[in-house]
């Protein structure tokens, strides 16, 4: 009872300090203890999110975007230690759920110069990242500039850099669908990597 109410106080507290720093920030949202938070005017937070003990959420235009948004929609729920870094565009839809230490970005390191230390070098915008409603990403998966559609399963530790249909799943590295969702027959069937029925 006294830890709840401890809950709800520390919960209040920071809302007051912190929403008005959001381009939007929904009713009943929550970061637990964040490690880092930058870029704040660009970041729309939806209603009842809650983002995980110790994540680094971040939309800063490094690659001069002209548009720079991270938005996590209503009921998302973004598990501890994530790293969520956008430079132009990262979308999840509604009651989207990550696991721990799962990270997902719009854009990566350059490296084309061989005589430069690659932390000296440009950010290199990649793929708007855009995740559908209703979403699982498993435990330590990366997501790369790529698409995933609604209602999809993305397995532990999968990397995906390629766009993944609605209702699929996939696993690996790089990421592959393995199974997706037969509205024809109402079942789940397995696919070739690409997502086509087998």
Partial sequence: MISSYITAIRYRLWVLRNKNKFREFGKRSFFKSPLAISGHGNISIGNEVLIGYKSWISCVPLTNATECLLQISDGCVIGNFN??????KVVFGKKVL????VYISDNS?????????????????????????????GENVC??????????????????????RDYSVAVGNPARIVKRYCVENNTWRQTTPEGDFI
């Fill in 83 to 88: 790293h969520i870094y956008a430079t132009r």
């Fill in 98 to 101: 990550t696991a721990d230490k």
């Fill in 143 to 164: 997501i790369l500039g790529a698409t995933i559609g609604r209602n999809c399963v993305i397995g532990a530790n999968s990397v995906v850099t390629k766009n993944i």
């Fill in 109 to 137: 390191h350059g490296y084309i110069d061989i005589n430069l230390p690659i932390m000296e070098q440009s950010i290199v915008q990649k793929g708007e990242v855009l995740i559908g409603d209703g979403s699982w990403i």
